[in-house]
């Protein structure tokens, strides 16, 4: 497939995520958290979490956490639940849509412009990809974040 | 109050438009657009501005990427081939009209034959009575 160049580096990473992922599914589907991981996402990583999905109206809980968002939590979240994750931060952002890929079962990106905990305006990207181990029931979730403080405010 | 705007992508698969992403950004959803349909997984494309008036609630819908591949349309005609295949199985139908006309005929014949020899026989027996 050819690849054009996509401005940005928050878009470039997002969009490298889900090259990774349409290539993990292959024709079509939805890829399992063992294929998404069989091959490594170039550059991806500190920037990835998943979410372990439960049942219906359980909340998701943090399998991983990149260690991108390590400076911007106040502990481990690993473990915890979404609602875990502290306001303001670039987390909280990424995370806060997942309800949308459940119901969607599709990919969906999202980005914007907030002020952070510390009191930058920043720029984000994001994007949250579903999982599935078994047809028709997403099992995981996969998101990834990345950011750059508005110029200006840094 | 605002309006929120979406781009969801859309491949044609088995006579169906089926939603593949939703972005909010519109450069991301058309470079999207463009590598799938450049992929041999995709035979069409199309992406649909979604713009969700909060003040009206209402949604607009636009489409703004169209492609479908030329080469598509090439499949199909096997599925006319697949007709026309059935096709001569009507005539072959007619063929059997034959087929049951001389069964027919046969059978007439043999039946005209088997009464005109129990006639024969009758006369004979009738000639052999009266003499």
Redesign the interface.
Same mark, same amino acid.
């Given at each position: 497939m050819a690849e054009e160049r996509i401005e940005g580096v928050e878009r470039r990473m997002v969009h490298r995520l889900l090259m990774h992922w349409r290539a993990a599914r292959g024709d079509e589907g939805i890829p399992s958290l063992e294929a998404v991981f069989q091959q490594p996402c170039d550059g991806c990583e500190p920037f990835i979490y998943v979410l372990g999905v439960g049942d219906v109206g359980e909340e998701p809980e943090f399998e991983r956490i990149g260690e991108f968002f390590a400076d911007e939590l106040p502990s481990d979240l690993t473990g915890k639940p979404v609602s875990a994750v502290p306001e303001g931060t670039l987390l909280e952002r990424a995370v806060r849509y997942y309800g949308d890929i459940l119901k969607k079962k599709v990919p969906m990106t999202l980005g914007g412009e907030f002020v952070h905990a510390r009191g930058d305006t920043i720029l984000y990207r994001s994007i949250i990809l579903p999982l599935s181990g078994r047809e028709g029931v997403i099992d995981h979730l996969m998101g990834a974040a990345n950011y750059k403080v508005k110029e200006g405010d840094a | 109050m605002g309006s929120h705007i979406s781009y969801e992508i859309y491949s044609y =698969?088995s006579g169906n438009w089926v939603? &593949?992403?939703?972005? &909010? &950004?519109k450069?991301?959803a058309l470079?999207?657009a =463009?590598?799938l349909i450049?992929?041999p997984?995709h035979i069409g494309i199309r992406v649909i501005e979604e713009s969700y008036d909060e003040a009206t609630d209402k949604t607009v819908s636009k489409v703004i990427f169209k492609k479908q591949k030329t080469g598509t349309r090439k499949p199909k005609p096997p599925k006319k081939e697949k007709k026309e295949a059935v096709r001569p199985a009507v005539p072959a139908a007619s063929v059997k009209k034959p087929d049951s006309f001389t069964k027919r005929l046969v059978f007439l014949l043999l039946a005209v034959c088997g009464i005109g020899l129990v006639l024969v026989a009758v006369v004979t027996l009738l000639m052999s009575a009266m003499q």
């Open positions: - | =698969k939603i &593949d992403s939703i972005h &909010d &950004d450069a991301m470079h999207q =463009k590598l450049g992929s997984h």
